[in-house]
């Protein structure tokens, strides 16, 4: 086993067989194995959406449980590392986004359980309204985390309030979404293709992946051409990106401080200043 640099939650190793065969582990206390029931099982519903889209590989797991005192998540061994993949990802994303629209079963936005966006539980359930949801599954829980810190953002209650009327507008549709789609949980694999793993899965409008890949550095251009090409994002979808990425911000100003409260505080000014329109 060789450990692998890159995870700021669970350990993660590279482990080579005496016959050839590679396999990636994550590892963590025991307790917390809940964080890794959660990647697995958004890991098998992406798989089973992914099913016949040629060229996107999503890592099924292995084996999931507690060893000791650990637990451990053992997945496919993933050769990224190719650079010419990355319009065909957006295609792809497209392909999956619309194939699952048609599969919804009809229970609202949301998911089955409560699961985690980084080490965050992620609250779900299910609503019929996206706008109502994205308030009060998404923006209100991070708010109110953010208060009991210490840090109240100004003009928070009003935000959601609004959020609901501004969603309302451009039709959204439960799309089966990654949920946590930054450059480092998606990559080009080496010999053709990519993938997409380390998802916080939820039924939700498929543009919260699209703005989401646009946070943190950003895919490259090409992934959004490639995606727009497959299936056009409905009119709007630009003025909705920072409402979108400011859950993750929030996020982000829990888990690690720093300057995102400040990057969050800013964001909801702009709206509330210019809101967006659905």
């Not at 699209?210 to 994002?233: E, H, R, V």
């Not at 990106?241 to 829990?254: K, Q, T």
Request: with cysteine; aromatic share 10%; net charge neutral.
């Amino acid at each position: 086993m060789q450990p692998l640099a890159g995870g700021c939650i669970h350990k993660a190793w590279r482990l080579q067989g005496q016959g050839g065969q590679r396999l990636f582990i994550k590892t963590n206390q025991a307790s917390a194995l809940p964080l890794l029931q959660a990647e697995a099982e958004g890991l098998v519903a992406l798989a089973g959406m992914a099913a016949g889209i040629d060229q996107l590989t999503v890592p099924t797991p292995l084996a999931l449980g507690r060893v000791g005192d650990w637990s451990v998540l053992v997945l496919p061994w993933l050769a990224l590392g190719g650079d010419q993949g990355w319009r065909q990802l957006g295609s792809s994303l497209a392909r999956l986004h619309r194939q699952s629209q048609l599969a919804h079963g009809g229970q609202g936005f949301g998911w089955q359980a409560d699961n985690y966006i980084g080490s965050t539980i992620q609250l779900n359930g299910w609503l019929p309204d996206w706008g109502e949801f994205f308030a009060q599954r998404r923006l209100a829980p991070q708010l109110a985390l953010l208060e009991r810190s210490g840090r109240s953002m100004p003009g928070a209650e009003r935000l959601l309030a609004l959020v609901p009327q501004w969603l309302a507008g451009h039709g959204a549709l439960p799309s089966l979404v990654h949920g946590d789609l930054w450059s480092g949980n998606a990559g080009v694999l080496i010999g053709g293709g990519a993938s997409i793993f380390d998802p916080a899965c939820h039924w939700a409008d498929r543009e919260v992946d699209l703005a989401m890949a646009q946070l943190f550095g950003g895919f490259p251009q090409a992934f959004f051409s490639g995606y727009q090409q497959q299936w056009p994002l409905p009119p709007g979808a630009a003025a909705r990106v920072p409402l979108y990425n400011l859950y993750h911000l929030l996020n982000h100003a829990n888990l690690f401080g720093g300057g995102y409260a400040g990057q969050a505080e800013a964001v909801i000014r702009s709206l509330l200043a210019r809101p967006p329109l659905g």
